[in-house]
């Protein structure tokens, strides 16, 4: 089992960059395939990226592609959202995320989210 705690999110004008930490408690973090959603208001949970255990593979929503990198750090026990020429359209709950693949995964286990909030 493990807890999920993501930090990071915050006020920013279009154009800006947020980094979005999400922090794992319990021995195997390594194990777990790592995700990060979004969730805007009056709208359903969307994909945003993925990164497999050893952090060598990633896979992004076509919406974010070459402005969000995911990473993670093992020792750590962190997984991290750099966010990048932020759109106010980016504005939303952002969710980390555990499960056993970084795609096609059935995500196991959430954290409570972080508010990004992007401005005109």
């Known amino acids: 089992q493990v807890q999920l705690v993501e930090s990071g999110g915050g006020l920013v004008q279009a154009g800006g960059s947020l980094r979005l930490s999400c922090a794992a408690s319990g021995r195997t973090f390594s194990s777990y395939a790592l995700g990060w959603f979004r969730q805007a208001p009056g709208k359903e949970r969307e994909f945003v990226a993925a990164i497999s255990r050893s952090g060598t593979s990633t896979v992004y929503a076509d919406s974010v592609k070459g402005r969000f990198t995911i990473s993670r750090d093992n020792a750590q026990n962190t997984v991290y959202l750099q966010m990048n020429s932020l759109k106010p359209e980016d504005t939303a709950v952002y969710y980390c995320?555990?499960?056993?693949?970084?795609?096609?995964?059935?995500?196991?286990?959430w954290g409570q989210g972080t508010q990004v909030s992007v401005s005109t």
């Open positions: 995320a555990a499960g056993d693949k970084y795609i096609g995964s059935a995500w196991d286990y």
